[in-house]
């Protein structure tokens, strides 16, 4: 269990780092930079809050490359206007939107995603067919995916109790003590290589409740290449 403390900041050059610490079990110290460019820092119990701030001042190099990233890729993630020409992503490749008048329906057709709305001056609308396409291919997708690793739970002996695919704010994926695992479904999205490491770094949280050497010992068991794939999930 995580127990949040106060706001804190350390000064950097002409930079205030803010992040938020919380106190865990694990026996070393983590830093995470999120897409809304929040900094979180997960430190183990009885860790003083000074010498966690030497840690983060000794990361801001690192911690504001994030921030600069992902500040670049709100800037080239404007407002949807749900009109012909607009680019959309499904499973990590680009699509050109293309929005018709007629009974609706939303398909993919080439390079195309075509919508068809009876109203294509009704931006709402179109929002919703085109989040409830995204959300049922989600279902099928994600699911057929976890089948796939399925074999690591037994393999590993691991305890799990279900799936579920449901909007996470901010977060790719989540599991609990209880063996539930949450996986967000704007991961339709992103390349099947990126579904396939969160699934795992998931799977690999239920035996492994943080980020210990041996969380991450068991995940690179199964992706080698975890780090350069994170990296491209970032991105989305």
Known sequence: MEEFIQDSEVQYGTTTIKYKVHFSTRKTLGIEVHPDQ?????????????????????????I??????????????????????????????????????????????????KLTTPDKEDKRLSSDLINKWYSDHAQIKLNERFEKYNYILKQEK????????KSINKRWGSCTKLGTITLNPELIKVPVNCIDYVIIHEICHLKYLNHSPKFFRLLEKYIPNWRSVQEKLNMF
């Open 38 to 62: 929040t900094i979180k820092v997960v430190a183990p119990n009885g860790a003083s809050l000074k010498r966690i701030a030497e840690k983060v001042e000794n990361k801001a190099p690192w």
């Open 64 to 113: 504001q490359k994030q921030v600069r990233k992902f500040k670049k890729i709100e800037k080239l993630e404007p407002a949807k206007e749900y009109v012909s020409g607009e680019n959309v992503f499904y499973l990590g490749r680009q699509y050109r939107l293309k929005v018709i008048k007629g009974a609706q329906s939303v398909k993919l057709i080439g390079k195309y995603l």
């Open 158 to 165: 691991i305890k799990f109790n279900k799936l579920q695919i």
